[in-house]
Structures are given as structure tokens and as C-alpha cells.
């Protein structure tokens, strides 16, 4: 049985920084695609960053690009989604994502291109 479980998640001030774990078990993603996801309330599912394939191929979604890095540990199963000089309308709760395949970039995007799902994190920023 496949499972994604998140960690790091928490309340940080507008500007802090935080760091966001997966840890995968039952199946290694190597060489397949992991992803982050997060959902406001009221709002839709938005992709923030992805990374696919033994090169370890990185995607980050507009409103993230130069803030957030994902990184992953194949020994460990693990993703990470380090942020950095975090907004208030970041605040969200964060989804980690797995897919066997590696994602091209038309698809690594789409929530409905990844086969296993975290339960989430909330992050809140906020003074």
C-alpha cells in the first residue's frame, strides 16, 4: 500500500521561511514524479512545484518561481519543498503528489496526471 505523509507545515510570519517534507512508502518514485499541490479555501487545486525523472527535472508554478525549491532524497523516498520569503496568500494546505511516470511538462502540472496523494499540510502565513 502506497502512502504519502506531509510534514512541516505550520504558522510562520510573512517573509519567514518553511520547509516541507514527504515521506513516500510501499514504492520507490524513483525515476517517476513527485509534486506539490496546495488549496486555499474557496479555491482551486493549484500546482506549485514538480519534479520528474532521473534528472531530477524541476517545475515551479508562476506565483512560486524564485521563492520555493523542491529536491528529493531517492534513498530516503523523500520530497521537499523549501519556501522562502513566504505571503500571506500562501497560505494553504500543501499536498504532496507521486506518479510512477516521469510527467512531461504539458501533464506534470495536472493534479489528475499523479496516481498517489498525501493527506496535506496547512501552512498559514500571518503576522
Known amino acids: 500500500q502506497v502512502q504519502l505523509v506531509e510534514s512541516g507545515g505550520g504558522l510562520v510570519q510573512p517573509g519567514g521561511s518553511l520547509t516541507l517534507s514527504c515521506a513516500a512508502s510501499?514504492?520507490?518514485?524513483?525515476?517517476?514524479?513527485m509534486g506539490w499541490f496546495r488549496q486555499a479555501p474557496g479555491k482551486d487545486r493549484e500546482f506549485v512545484s514538480g519534479?520528474?525523472?532521473?534528472?531530477?527535472?524541476?517545475f515551479y508554478g508562476d506565483s512560486v518561481k524564485g521563492r520555493f525549491t523542491i529536491s528529493r532524497d531517492n534513498a530516503k523516498n523523500m520530497v521537499y519543498l523549501q519556501m522562502s520569503s513566504l505571503k500571506v496568500e500562501d497560505t494553504a494546505v500543501y499536498y504532496c503528489?507521486?506518479?510512477?511516470?516521469?510527467?512531461?511538462?504539458?501533464?506534470?502540472?495536472?493534479?489528475?496526471?499523479?496516481?498517489?496523494w498525501g493527506q496535506g499540510t496547512q501552512v498559514t502565513v500571518s503576522s
Open positions: 510501499g514504492r520507490t518514485f524513483r525515476g517517476g514524479s
Open positions: 503528489a507521486a506518479s510512477g511516470a516521469s510527467l512531461i511538462l504539458s501533464t506534470i502540472t495536472r493534479s489528475e496526471s499523479y496516481d498517489y
Open positions: 519534479i520528474r525523472g532521473t534528472m531530477n527535472n524541476k
